[in-house]
């Protein structure tokens, strides 16, 4: 049950934020910024019987709810695997952007009452490509979104991964609207490219993504450089392959969710 999930991810939270949130409470202090009210966490529901939830965690170290889940937000889907919320905040006024990977939902979130945040829409995959997976919040407000797969096989002789297309990225405004998209593929890989993070580099006009599996049968070993302001991909970069227990324990994980195992 939804609240009962609730109270599990509290005493998780609980014992993190204690011996951390001081740390970057005083942190902020120590640059005059002003310290974090508030975490939102993203939460899928343990047994699949209510909805998937975003939760407000108090991180205020005065605060009489101090390290407790103060409010929880259901957005109208099961099973949405929820996976990844932006890494920090958006500036005031616009929208945090999280995922529903299982459901290929982008979610977005009003969190203007920062208490009570709520789903304002959702969006689906941006045309050819499926699975959206990270967000990057750029300088300009804008939102890199990085997508795992694209339509059609596999360019990888017998996998079955379906859709399987290499992945691709996409720039969206604040507001969610697609201002240009780009594919990872390159004809140096017949392994499935899947970006999975970023790392963009504004100062220099360029931007790094991995690629890496999440549900996927194949993913090929490659940092990709792009030019930040067009997506423009213009390199490819062989890297060594993830050790066999590190892949073995991914891979692991990976059959459990498609076996409908426990997905918490």
Partial sequence: ????????????????????????????QQ??????????????????????????????????T???????EPVGMRGSMPHHLEYWLPPPGQFLFGNGHH??????FDISEAEHPRVVRTLRPVPPYRYPHDFMRLPNGNVLVGFLR???????????????????????DPEGRVIRSASAADSISEIPIRPYA?????????????????????SADVVQVWRL????????????????????AVD??????????DRA
């Avoid at 459901?103 to 977005?108: A, P, R």
């Fill in 31 to 64: 640059e005059g910024a002003a310290p974090a009210r508030y975490l939102y966490v993203w939460i899928g529901d343990k047994d699949g019987q209510d909805y998937d939830f975003i939760a407000v965690v108090d991180v205020r170290p005065e605060s009489p």
């Fill in 198 to 218: 970023f790392a963009p580099l504004p100062q220099i006009d360029r931007l790094l993504t991995t690629s890496a599996p999440m549900l996927e049968n194949y």
């Fill in 150 to 172: 694209s339509e059609g096989p596999s360019p990888l002789p017998g996998d079955t991964t379906l859709p399987g297309g290499h992945g691709g990225i996409a720039e969206l």
């Fill in 103 to 108: 459901h290929e939902q982008i979610f977005l």
């Fill in 1 to 28: 049950m939804k609240r009962a999930f609730a109270f599990v991810c509290l005493a998780l939270v609980a014992g993190a934020l204690i011996a951390s949130s001081w740390f970057w409470y005083r942190s902020a």
């Fill in 252 to 261: 692991d994980a990976q059959r459990q969710w498609r076996n409908g195992g």
């Fill in 66 to 72: 101090y390290a407790r889940v103060i409010e929880t």
């Fill in 229 to 248: 302001s067009d997506l423009q991909l213009l390199h490819t970069l062989r890297v060594p392959p993830r050790p066999p227990a590190k892949r073995g």
